[in-house]
């Protein structure tokens, strides 16, 4: 059974472009997050969605991040336009609402903004 | 607002040393609380805890919850290379929201 795939692995952005991340969560999942981990803030929640509907996204730092759930097998995070503030490693986690609480975590972008 | 904090924020130890790790929390609606390691790439899953006072082990690894008291630990007995890493703890709400601590950064000295 595949885990939770991420793309890209790693982006090297200029300041002021776009940047899009995806994320598979695993077939059957029904919660999902998108996290951010740098060495100074530890690992942050963004946002999360039950059942493709956000429900919190008080951790998206300003409007220049937005995520998106259209079914229940990808999401996407964006970031217009891209700062070298938002240099970070980008996790995706999926889980089973009500179910073992256990978090499955892709494998991470690391995203690099110059 | 949610706040979990960990301590120490990092320990060097020898190996064989046992080590006790720190968890405390406040959030709203606790459902249950998990540890994780993360060596250098994405977190693995190693405990979730739901009731006070039972402990879960696994190998040298245990871990207990005290839900009067907000607080946690995570103890490694018998320490190991291989046991260093970051290891982070994460309170989940009844709402299935997860927060994480910034970890305690455990280094073992062969």
């Known amino acids: 059974d595949a885990g939770v795939i991420q793309s890209p692995r790693h982006e090297v952005t200029e300041m002021g472009q776009e940047v899009t991340l995806r994320c598979k969560p695993i077939?059957?999942?029904?919660?999902l997050f998108w996290y951010r981990q740098t060495m100074m803030r530890g690992l942050e929640l963004l946002i999360y969605?039950?059942?493709?509907?956000?429900?919190?996204d008080s951790g998206m730092p300003e409007d220049r991040f937005s995520a998106k759930m259209p079914n229940a097998s990808f999401s996407t995070l964006k970031i217009q336009p891209s700062e070298p503030r938002d240099s970070a490693v980008y996790f995706c986690?999926?889980?089973?609402?009500?179910?073992?609480?256990?978090?499955?975590f892709g494998e991470g972008s690391r995203l690099t903004v110059l | 607002e949610d706040k979990v904090v960990q301590s120490p924020l990092s320990l060097v130890v020898h190996e064989g040393d046992t080590v006790t790790l720190n968890c405390s929390y406040e959030?709203?609606?606790?459902?249950?609380l998990l540890w994780y390691k993360q060596e250098k790439k994405a977190p693995t899953f190693l405990f979730m805890l739901?009731?006070?006072?039972i402990e879960k082990k696994s190998g040298r690894l245990s871990s207990i919850l005290d839900k009067k008291e907000l607080f946690s630990i995570l103890n490694i007995t018998a320490t190991q290379t291989g046991d260093s890493a970051i290891y982070l703890c994460?309170?989940?709400?009844?709402?299935?929201?997860?927060?994480f601590g910034k970890g305690t950064r455990l280094h073992i000295l062969p």
């Open positions: 959030v709203t609606n606790f459902r249950s």
């Open positions: 969605f039950n059942n493709n509907v956000p429900i919190d």
């Open positions: 994460a309170p989940r709400h009844r709402d299935d929201k997860i927060i």
């Open positions: 739901t009731s006070s006072g």
């Open positions: 077939s059957g999942h029904n919660s």
């Open positions: 986690a999926s889980s089973l609402r009500g179910g073992g609480g256990e978090l499955f």
